[in-house]
């Protein structure tokens, strides 16, 4: 699992597939077919792993894919980019134009993976000599893969091209009218979105007793039955199918193969790789040149990070206080000392101004002071280091995925802390969901809530029994954005929530603190656009609609 960079470098030598930038992946005419390439069982294999090569993505080459996809989070209410020239910036702003950066790599990337499989699936007869079972796993693998591509396109762009087999540039080609506009091809029609996801379910059925349920050696970290599950589930969450739903995350749960890490401030370290929460992760190896540069991206200017990402005064305003009220209700919360007394996993999600740091204290107020205690320098505004560009615009950074192992130690550009697309608090948050929103609550509701709150090194109180179906779905959302804060979640959810065209638009700010005045300053960066009929989805790329004719969403 750890060789898909060679992999990907030796398909691309032999030209089972090209790389230019439409999503077609379109072959050469004088490329080794297929059907010519797959003649062992190695060749199958080779072929799976360059899938697995895409399952991250970026829009600059074949490392840090994990790290462009924590991105994700800046084009949300969770958190901002700062940097103007950086990818995603105007599609959090609502400026972005077709010719977008950041959504045309997801889409090209996605594209890839998918043709890539298709090519599996046509060529994979050619293997003459090959254990069945182990042929088998090796599809189901791809068309989880493939699956999980398809869905990424679906809520992010809504209805797309639907290829089930590699394509050829002549199906492409569309006709052009006489008043010049273009009618796309076949290939670049767009296929309702649900029922390409009702198709991704029928075929998740159909593989997952082709998958194992755990892997040992140097196979672990490949698709497992679990995946598959975990996949559906999410499909049928985003379709509204609330008893389907429940019930595939309910079969995953009954596999008796996953359950929460202890710990929430190791799980996603190094310490925490590989552990049994995780259903599915973006694997890299570090210092091999393949690898991750989480901290460098997104880390505090303290220690050369470029505030990529700044969590935003409305997510750490999300987190209950330790008696499990919220800032609102508890009488806990102290205005004067408002990070006193908080979830457990704001403190490991967020670094906040008196939070320890580097054998000191993290600060990004001006003339603050903490007794007894140093301040790192590099992250106040006003405190005359350098790196003003990288300095954090809300007063806030990220500590989730700052492994000081990296900070410490690791090539800037090149971490081996893996990305986590799939995690068992997930299935066990979605269950909770599909139910609530099917008004099914029982005892198992509240047990799965509960059981993400009481993960032994975050112990938020049970919520109480008896509460409506409007009370407990207010709780599951909360639970789900602090619990995935930072992990990529909360655009689907604000999405399938409806609730972009409410939280999105708008100044966006962090913290508030007091200048030598005794004013009030509020840190905020820029103003936020949001146009129901618009930013919804985002734009086919304008590369893939000047080649194939292809309808754009609408308002772009």
């Keep these: 699992m750890k060789q898909y960079k060679y992999i990907f470098t030796l398909l691309t030598l032999i030209s089972i597939v090209s790389c230019d930038d439409s999503f077609l992946e379109k072959s050469p005419s004088d490329a080794i077919s297929t059907t010519t390439f797959f003649t062992q069982e190695k060749d199958l294999v080779f072929a799976v792993n360059a899938v697995y090569n895409v399952l991250g993505f970026n829009d600059w080459g074949e490392f840090g894919r994990g790290t462009d996809m924590l991105r994700l989070d800046i084009v949300t209410d969770d958190a901002i980019d700062h940097h103007s020239w950086d990818p995603a910036y105007r599609l959090a702003d609502g400026t972005a134009g077709a010719n977008e950066s950041y959504s045309t790599a997801r889409w090209r990337e996605r594209y890839k993976g998918i043709q890539r499989v298709n090519r599996i699936l046509e060529g994979v007869d050619g293997i003459a000599e090959i254990d069945p079972d182990y042929k088998n796993r090796l599809l189901a693998e791809a068309k989880v893969l493939r699956a ?121 370290t190094y310490a925490g790789i590989g552990n049994n929460e995780v259903i599915l992760d973006v694997q890299v190896k570090q210092d091999v040149d393949e690898g991750e540069f989480y901290w460098l991206n997104f880390g505090p200017n303290s220690v050369g990070g470029w505030s990529v990402s700044c969590p935003l005064q409305t997510l750490v305003d999300t987190y209950e206080l330790t008696d499990g009220m919220t800032i609102e209700d508890s009488p806990l919360y102290d205005p004067a000392n408002p990070y006193d007394n908080r979830d457990p996993r704001f403190g490991y999600s967020i670094l906040y101004p008196g939070a320890d740091w580097q054998g000191g204290v993290y600060n990004t107020i001006p003339g603050a002071t903490y007794p007894g205690r140093t301040i790192i320098p590099g992250d106040d505004l006003t405190d005359g280091t350098g790196g003003q560009w990288n300095k954090t615009a809300t007063g806030y950074n990220w500590l989730k995925y700052m492994s000081q192992e990296d900070i410490d130690e690791s090539n800037v550009w090149d971490g081996g802390v893996h990305y986590v697309l799939m995690r068992y608090a997930d299935a066990l948050l979605m269950y909770a969901e599909a139910k609530i929103e099917a008004n099914a609550i029982d005892a198992s509701v509240y047990d799965a809530i509960n059981q993400v709150r009481q993960r032994p090194d975050v112990m938020m109180p049970e919520i109480p029994a008896g509460l409506t179906q409007s009370e407990l779905r207010e709780i599951v959302r909360r639970e789900r954005r602090v619990e995935f804060a930072f992990e990529g979640q909360r655009l689907f959810d604000i999405r399938r929530w409806d609730i972009a065209k409410d939280v999105m638009p708008g100044v966006p700010k962090g913290l508030t603190y007091k200048d030598a005045n005794g004013n009030d300053v509020t840190l905020s960066w820029g103003e936020r656009i949001f146009d129901p009929a618009k930013h919804g989805l985002w734009p086919i790329p304008q590369s893939e609609i000047d080649v194939t004719g292809m309808e754009q969403n609408p308002g772009w």
């Design 148 to 268: 999980y591509f398809y869905f990424d396109l679906t809520y992010l762009f809504g209805d797309v091209p639907f290829l089930t087999a590699s394509i050829s540039p002549e199906e492409l080609t569309p006709t052009i009218n006489e008043d010049g506009s273009l009618t796309p091809a076949a290939g670049a029609t767009r296929t309702d979105k649900n029922v390409i996801l009702d198709a991704l379910v029928d075929e998740l059925d159909a593989v997952k007793m082709d998958l194992p349920l755990t892997y040992g050696g140097s196979d672990k970290g490949r698709v497992t039955r679990g995946t598959a599950l975990f996949l559906k589930a999410k499909i049928l969450l985003m379709q509204e199918k609330w008893t389907e739903s429940a019930a595939a995350s309910k079969e995953l749960m009954d596999l008796g193969v996953y359950s929460l890490y202890p710990s929430y401030k190791d799980l996603f």
